[in-house]
């Protein structure tokens, strides 16, 4: 393993557990509080761990009696912020890391106009970071990042300030630049997860509750975050041979090769619930209705279903009103809880 976190942070309640394979990336997801920031810290060296230990390529960065100080890691981080020089141009931006290590003027120069070269950005090297998009500054960003040669790179949302329009030409090129680069990225965008990471890791409430193969997690999640994330319904139960028995005596009907009286999960897409009548499906009270493209996302206590404009006006629904909802067997996903 590359990256080694075997760490806690008692007063925020935190212990991680995080391994990390040379030249694969790594994405955090969770819910805000779930300790994806303080991993990242623990890791640049930001923050201290109150036990345990942080280790890159067999080298321990932090234990109960070694520290080595952030500039010492070889581990470079992006954040929604570029943070550019602003008295330095582009040019300069991508070599002050070069600059920085000792490598000579004429070098560094070359090696940063062939990052810029790489990003299609050579045309912007004379410019200074107030004459750039936000686009093309986290590109530059990017540069920057590639030409410091990180053993590890962290990304903290590095899209989360980019206009929807500009992210998708970012993440092709993220994708190009992470390729086999060892690299941690903090995400609430399911694309980025799926287009950018390898594997995902689950945290919530300080502590890692799934991880496993991006396309693994996200189709059958195992908390209530990852299932968000997804874009799923995720609910709890047992397979009793023929369909999921849930806590409340509800049902769905499924297919499984479980066996009868385990504990399973069931994950489907709000596409696939519809509306049925009184004493059909399972009884649920509307919690929210909003747009949803064409259709209206309607949200109960634990479930969410798309519905057509025309169901939901025929139906009269609001917050508040009960309904019935079912889901056919072929479009339940089961497994093992």
Same mark, same amino acid.
């Given at each position: 393993?590359?990256?080694?976190l075997?760490?806690?942070?008692?007063e925020?309640?935190?212990?991680?557990?995080?391994?990390?394979?040379?030249g694969?990336?790594?994405?955090?997801?969770?819910?805000?509080?779930?300790?994806?920031?303080t991993?990242?810290?623990?890791?640049?060296?930001?923050?201290?761990?109150?036990?345990?230990?942080?280790?890159?390529?067999?080298?321990?960065?932090?234990?109960?009696?070694?520290?080595?100080?952030?500039?010492?890691?070889?581990?470079?981080?992006?954040?929604?912020?570029?943070?550019?020089?602003?008295?330095?141009?582009?040019?300069?931006?991508?070599?002050?890391?070069?600059?920085?290590?000792?490598?000579?003027?004429?070098d560094?120069?070359r090696?940063?106009e062939e990052?810029?070269?790489?990003?299609?950005?050579?045309?912007?090297?004379?410019?200074?970071? =107030?004459?750039?998009?936000?686009?093309?500054?986290q590109?530059?960003?990017?540069?920057?990042?590639?030409?410091?040669?990180?053993r590890?790179?962290?990304?903290d949302?590095p899209?989360?300030?980019?206009d929807?329009?500009?992210a998708? =030409?970012?993440?092709?090129?993220?994708?190009?630049?992470? =390729?086999?680069?060892?690299?941690?990225i903090?995400?609430?965008?399911?694309?980025?997860?799926?287009?950018?990471a390898?594997?995902?890791a689950?945290?919530?409430?300080?502590r890692?509750?799934?991880?496993g193969?991006?396309?693994?997690?996200l189709?059958?999640?195992?908390?209530?975050?990852?299932?968000?994330?997804?874009?799923l319904?995720?609910?709890?139960?047992?397979?009793?041979?023929r369909?999921?028995?849930?806590?409340d005596?509800?049902?769905?009907?499924?297919a499984?090769?479980?066996t009868?009286?385990?504990a399973?999960?069931?994950?489907?897409?709000?596409?696939?619930?519809r509306?049925?009548?009184?004493g059909?499906?399972?009884?649920?009270t509307?919690?929210?209705?909003?747009p949803?493209?064409?259709?209206?996302?309607v949200?109960?206590?634990d479930?969410?279903?798309?519905?057509?404009?025309?169901d939901?006006?025929a139906?009269?629904?609001?917050?508040g009103?009960?309904?019935?909802?079912a889901?056919?067997a072929?479009?339940?996903?089961t497994?093992?809880?």
């Amino acid at each position: 393993m590359s990256l080694v976190l075997r760490a806690a942070v008692a007063e925020r309640e935190v212990e991680l557990d995080l391994e990390v394979a040379d030249g694969e990336t790594l994405a955090l997801v969770g819910p805000n509080g779930a300790g994806k920031s303080t991993a990242l810290s623990l890791i640049a060296g930001t923050l201290r761990p109150s036990s345990g230990s942080v280790s890159l390529d067999g080298r321990v960065l932090a234990d109960a009696r070694t520290w080595v100080p952030p500039h010492d890691r070889r581990i470079t981080t992006l954040s929604p912020d570029p943070v550019l020089f602003p008295h330095l141009g582009v040019l300069g931006n991508v070599m002050f890391p070069l600059r920085a290590q000792g490598v000579p003027r004429r070098d560094a120069r070359r090696r940063a106009e062939e990052h810029l070269a790489e990003l299609g950005l050579s045309a912007l090297a004379d410019r200074r970071p =107030a004459q750039l998009s936000g686009g093309q500054a986290q590109r530059v960003a990017i540069a920057r990042a590639l030409a410091a040669d990180p053993r590890l790179l962290l990304l903290d949302e590095p899209m989360a300030a980019l206009d929807i329009d500009v992210a998708p =030409a970012l993440r092709e090129q993220l994708c190009r630049f992470l =390729a086999g680069r060892t690299a941690i990225i903090v995400t609430h965008d399911v694309l980025d997860a799926l287009a950018l990471a390898d594997r995902v890791a689950v945290l919530e409430q300080g502590r890692v509750v799934d991880s496993g193969a991006s396309a693994e997690v996200l189709s059958r999640p195992r908390s209530a975050f990852a299932a968000r994330l997804a874009g799923l319904n995720l609910v709890h139960g047992r397979w009793d041979g023929r369909r999921i028995v849930l806590e409340d005596g509800g049902s769905l009907p499924a297919a499984s090769d479980l066996t009868p009286d385990t504990a399973a999960l069931a994950a489907f897409r709000p596409s696939a619930v519809r509306l049925v009548e009184p004493g059909q499906g399972l009884p649920r009270t509307v919690r929210s209705l909003t747009p949803h493209g064409d259709l209206v996302r309607v949200r109960t206590e634990d479930l969410a279903a798309d519905l057509s404009l025309q169901d939901a006006a025929a139906r009269h629904l609001a917050p508040g009103t009960e309904v019935h909802l079912a889901v056919d067997a072929v479009d339940v996903t089961t497994y093992l809880a």
